[in-house]
């Protein structure tokens, strides 16, 4: 089946620079893009989703940038923190009820 | 606080024994999922219910069943037919609204088969 995926399965950068996680996707029919945050042990939180016919979204310190075209999603945090080391999940929302499917995941290790 | 509830947190298991793994919800959502985590991937979708008495397979339901009796209920029971069961398993569960279907997590039950 498709599958959403992500390039680089590790990041790691200074606290205080921007940080920026990127996602390709397959399906087209993807209604909306979605992105959480897994800190160790837990459960993935949500931190901003993005419809698809946007090509970006703001929230509090994170944008996401959808490029169509390429199929290519983005998640960019700006002055990261230690805070946010996490496991960061791309997921696509494929219409059909809840069934979400998520990328591999990139692992973001901030640096104090 | 409203929020999804999973017990136990850390579970061992003998092979051939079939596990339990608790999810509660007080969120008054509709759909309930079961999602399965392997380091170093995504999440796999093992089964789902929209609603009471209700559920479907996802994408790796061999090995695994569940139930749906309550609303705010949604066990899975790991068999001994998954042949690898050592996993962290994560409950989640919806509401269906307009906008983007966003999936509320639980802590997750890590289980470990000796």
């Known amino acids: 089946g498709e599958s959403v995926g992500l390039h680089l399965p590790t990041l790691s950068v200074q606290e205080g620079d921007n940080s920026i996680i990127n996602c390709a996707y397959s399906?087209?029919?993807?209604?909306?893009f979605i992105w959480y945050k897994q800190e160790s042990g837990k459960g993935p939180q949500f931190i901003i989703d993005i419809r698809s016919n946007m090509d970006k979204r703001q929230g509090q310190r994170v944008t996401v940038l959808l490029n169509k075209t390429v199929k290519h999603l983005s998640l960019q945090i700006a002055a990261t923190q230690p805070g946010d080391s996490a496991v960061y999940f791309c997921a696509e929302d494929l219409r059909s009820y809840g069934k979400l499917t998520f990328g591999q995941g990139t692992i973001l290790t901030v640096h104090p | 606080d409203g929020g999804i509830t999973q017990s136990p947190k850390y579970l061992f298991r003998k092979e051939g024994q079939n596990v339990t793994l608790s999810c509660e919800q007080n969120?008054?959502?509709?759909?309930m999922y079961w999602y399965r985590q392997d380091p170093g991937q995504g999440l796999r979708l093992i089964y789902y219910s929209q609603i009471v008495n209700d559920f479907q397979k996802g994408d790796i339901a061999e090995g695994y069943s569940v139930s749906r009796e309550k609303k705010e209920s949604f066990p899975l029971t790991v068999t001994s037919a998954q042949k690898n069961p050592t996993a962290f398993y994560l409950c989640?569960?919806?509401?269906?609204?307009?906008?983007?279907?966003?999936?509320?997590f639980g802590a997750g039950s890590r289980l470990t088969v000796l």
């Open positions: 969120l008054n959502h509709d759909a």
């Open positions: 989640a569960s919806t509401v269906r609204q307009s906008g983007a279907n966003v999936l509320t």
């Open positions: 399906n087209s029919a993807s209604d909306y």
